[in-house]
């Protein structure tokens, strides 16, 4: 993949050697700002155009412009000042602009909320912009997770580098409700139903802006904009050319190097080549916590079982602990159980921790390559060829935690743009590289043919499971029936079978991992053997109608290509069930699924201009769905001094598809089996200790899932220093998706509670369709409510104070029986400090607090607790080299710093680099 775009590089680069030359300009001029005279990398753009270039070292530029229809506006921009719009009436060489700091982020222009542009004071809805300048300012190892600093965010870390983001609610390692962009191209992986932090997006080094739109958006970006769209606007090769490197070295053994290379051939054609790899010790997990959600982890009192049992239990970072014995096993000829003998609750093999399985020094890596051409047709309309590529290894959470080695994937997209219309093409393919799960690999580990201490073959050809709970069971009879206690019996059987598993450093650990990971039947292997592509067009034409009516129309087609041989879904030899009861499958070589839609958005102003009204009205349709009308109707007004004051409101309803994972999954994590929910629903039965095996009812095939939101804010700025953005939002889920866990049959027929106790042996027909501890994905049957309350504030003292706070209310009404999954602090807030002291000497610090939460996934759940941490990071340029030097941390506090349950702490990390902009 990576040989693959560095040729398509190449190619761009003798392209680029062949364009025709640069012709002569006739506008030149200097840009400055009042505090630091002459600025280098200020864009000069001929407004309506793509035409336009950014200043040198000296703050000049030059520009060949078209006055053949009269004068022309150039508009003037430098992150950190406001943009300037300079008339121009002919050629002139002496031009002079002067700028001035824009120290608040109400001056920013976004063009996500209603895809196209806009003062973000003017957005009819909540929406943030971090430019290039505060991202700079940002300390962070990995760009998704210093997100969390903005008001309403939250982000869940699975490990170092593995990230997802989320708006009002619903935090997950998937981000299932929200869409990320680049550029307007999503980079979601089609397999996995993720974004895999920035694995397969942009490198930070190439980024202009990153805009995030809050809550609903289906209306403008079809299924999934459910919860916000994150957009991540590169930098053109037409306005930053040069070279431009950042290199930086830190704790946990942390090396970075990123780079961008950009030429502007001729005033026709520009390209760019951007590049980065990252490296760390990785995160890894030790929460020895007992798992609390399937029956044998339950005393028969319904009282959690101790994880220093000496039983064992199954533990949320530990893997492979099976049940090895229970109260029901029988241990001689002569029918005596160990129930008999005092016994109580399941015994378990010990299992593996993840530090063992990762081998301990588990690298963090991110490999991440893109290549991109743009030629003008004409100087209002532009093409752009876009290729990314990228790779890495990370630890990923959600069904249970998976060693992501190697996984990546790589998007081709062609973008045609003119002034008022686009049109986009792209296709994403994903890679799973030699990705495997922990919880497969440590339970497959404990059927490979048992080896004893001493390096000897078993002489009963046992595997390590066999020969532990046979060993444990004879240790326990033996004291029982020489007259220990049941307690001193425990202690016996453990110190008896203390030697049989192996630990990392013993030869016989890495025989046995290295085994099971080079295993490649479907059943038996760790591994994914899952590939999958996204093929996705869109478009939208800007026009006028009578009655001072602005118009947009666009539309969406998208579809999904999923083959997994069995491994992850509902395919090959997983295929679903056709005759349950003869056991004929209809097997599918893969999985197809296709969605497309179109809307319409009208906007009008009134009041000169004070009062904005819009309305937007989406259809979409699905294969293994009904067709969805979403609409959104908002307004704006604005008054004050230069309309620094703004009062907005929303209505909007969207939807989101379930999860290509929610449809189609089949995946059996020891304890559970998942299952994908679009045929004809389940038969259930209780899992709960005290009624166990009693029916419980039915599940129906799933549905899309609906919210309809109501929203107001005000967004002002207040005496010219403070900046001011607080909201109020309320939105109702009918169908809400959720999970639940249940006793059943993969099939969805009624489940035996006697079948579960002793299940039927592979070789049995029935064995593919046994009852099971099951979990799917399902419908709320009553709607469910979430509000909350952001409050974002900054005060400016100038360009070297600038004061940030925010704080996010949520809340949700938990409905029984059903994982909601919202994983969301009812309170958390930041406080911070940024500015640019003098021209070399800038920093950024925030300080993050968080209340106690409880965090449910298929994987684990808990209680995240209560937690600060502070982030800082200064910088020190140094002009005549281009260079900048940089020195910051995370988690400077040391604390507790946990988003996700049953994930890694994000530990404390101090770094130095440097960063080269000539």
């Not at 107001?712 to 309320?730: C, T």
């Amino acid at each position: 993949m990576i040989r693959r775009y560095a040729a398509y590089g190449a190619l761009l680069a003798l392209a680029a050697a062949s364009a025709p030359p640069v012709v002569a300009q006739n506008v030149s001029g200097v840009v400055s700002t009042v505090d630091f005279g002459p600025v280098p990398g200020a864009n000069v753009v001929v407004d309506g155009t793509f035409t336009g270039r950014a200043t040198d070292a000296d703050g000049r530029f030059a520009l060949d412009v078209d006055f053949s229809e009269g004068a022309r506006v150039l508009r003037v921009s430098y992150t950190g000042y406001e943009t300037q719009r300079v008339t121009v009436d002919g050629p002139t060489d002496g031009l002079q602009v002067t700028l001035q700091p824009q120290v608040l982020s109400g001056g920013d222009v976004v063009v996500s909320a209603s895809r196209q542009e806009e003062t973000i004071l003017e957005a009819p809805v909540t929406i943030e912009r971090v430019g290039a300048a505060a991202l700079a300012r940002m300390p962070s190892t990995e760009i998704i997770t210093s997100m969390d600093r903005l008001k309403g965010v939250d982000v869940s870390r699975s490990s170092m580098l593995i990230s997802s983001i989320s708006t009002r609610g619903f935090n997950s390692a998937k981000a299932e409700r929200v869409i990320q962009l680049v550029d307007g191209v999503d980079f979601l992986d089609p397999v996995l139903s993720l974004y895999a932090g920035n694995l397969t997006g942009v490198p930070e080094i190439d980024i202009e802006g990153v805009e995030i739109v809050y809550g609903a958006n289906s209306a403008l970006y079809g299924a999934n904009a459910f919860n916000g769209v994150v957009q991540f606007q590169t930098l053109s090769p037409f306005l930053h050319t040069g070279p431009s490197a950042q290199v930086r070295t830190g704790g946990r053994g942390m090396v970075e190097f990123q780079g961008r290379f950009a030429q502007k051939v001729s005033d026709r054609f520009a390209y760019k080549l951007v590049g980065s790899f990252f490296e760390a010790d990785d995160f890894v997990a030790t929460n020895f916590s007992t798992l609390t959600t399937i029956a044998d982890n339950f005393e028969p009192d319904g009282s959690v079982r101790s994880p220093l049992d000496p039983r064992g239990a199954d533990v949320v970072n530990r893997y492979g602990e099976a049940v090895a014995l229970t109260p029901a096993t029988v241990i001689n000829a002569a029918g005596t159980t160990l129930g008999q003998l005092g016994l109580e609750g399941a015994v378990f093999t010990p299992g593996f921790t993840e530090s063992d399985l990762v081998l301990t020094d588990y690298r963090a890596r991110s490999l991440r390559f893109a290549a991109t051409a743009s030629y003008l047709v004409t100087d209002a309309v532009k093409a752009t060829l876009a290729l990314r590529t990228g790779s890495g290894n990370g630890i990923y959470q959600s069904s249970n935690r998976y060693a992501f080695d190697g996984i990546g994937g790589s998007t081709a997209a062609l973008t045609a743009e003119g002034e008022a219309w686009t049109a986009r093409a792209y296709v994403i393919d994903s890679e799973q590289g030699d990705t495997y799960d922990l919880g497969f690999l440590g339970s497959f580990m404990n059927l490979q043919p048992y080896v004893r201490p001493d390096g000897t073959a078993d002489p009963a050809g046992r595997n390590y499971a066999t020969a532990y709970a046979q060993t444990y069971a004879g240790a326990f009879a033996q004291a029982r029936l020489t007259g220990a206690s049941v307690e001193d019996a425990y202690v016996a059987a453990a110190a008896a079978t203390a030697g049989i598993y192996p630990t990392i450093g013993d030869a016989r650990f890495e025989t046995i991992r290295d085994a099971t990971l080079a295993s490649t039947t479907p059943g038996q292997s760790p591994r994914f053997e899952s590939d999958g592509q996204i093929y996705h067009t869109d478009a939208q034409y800007r026009f006028a109608l009578p009655g001072e009516l602005d118009a947009a129309v666009g539309g969406s087609v998208r579809l999904t290509r999923l083959r997994s041989n069995g491994t992850l879904y509902a395919d090959g030899p997983n295929s679903p069930l056709s005759d349950p009861a003869a056991g004929v499958r209809d097997v599918r070589d893969g999985i197809a699924n296709d969605e497309y839609g179109g809307y319409l958005q009208l906007q009008r102003a009134f009041l000169d201009d004070a009062l904005k009204l819009s309305a937007v009205g989406r259809v979409d349709g699905f294969r293994n769905f009904d067709a969805r009308f979403s609409p959104r109707v908002s307004g704006v007004y604005s008054f004050g001094v230069e309309r620094r004051h703004n009062v907005r409101a929303s209505f909007s309803q969207a939807f989101r598809q379930p999860a290509q994972l929610d449809q189609f999954i089949y995946l059996d994590v020891g304890r559970l089996l998942l299952v994908g929910n679009t045929a004809a629903g389940f038969e259930t039965a209780s899992l709960n200790p005290t009624e166990f095996g009693q029916p419980t009812g039915t599940i129906d095939p799933l549905r899309l899932e609906r919210m309809t939101s109501f929203e107001v804010g005000y967004k002002g700025i207040l005496g010219g220093k403070l900046f001011a953005d607080v909201s109020y939002y309320r939105s109702v889920y009918d169908d809400f998706i959720g999970t639940r866990r249940f006793l059943g049959r993969e099939s969805g027929g009624a489940p035996d509670a006697r079948e579960f106790a002793a299940p039927p042996a592979p070789s049995d027909a029935g064995f593919a369709n046994r009852t099971r501890a099951i979990q799917t994905w399902l419908n709320a049957d009553q709607s469910v409510t979430s509000q909350g309350v952001q409050l974002g504030l900054e005060y400016a003292f100038d360009t070297a104070l600038v004061l940030a706070g925010n704080y996010a209310w949520a809340d949700i009404e938990e409905v029984d029986d059903l994982i909601l999954g919202f994983n969301t602090p009812e309170h958390k807030f930041n406080v911070g400090a940024s500015g640019q002291i003098t021209e070399a000497l800038g920093y950024g610090a925030n300080l993050r607090w968080v209340d106690d939460y409880l965090f449910e996934m298929p994987f684990a759940e808990g209680v995240i607790e209560s937690h600060v941490t502070l982030d800082a990071q200064a910088s020190y340029g140094l002009p005549s080299f281009g260079v900048t030097v940089l020195a910051g941390g995370t988690n400077l506090t040391g604390s507790q710093n946990l988003t996700a349950y049953g994930a890694a702490v994000n530990e404390r990390i101090l770094y130095v680099g440097l960063r080269y902009t000539p």
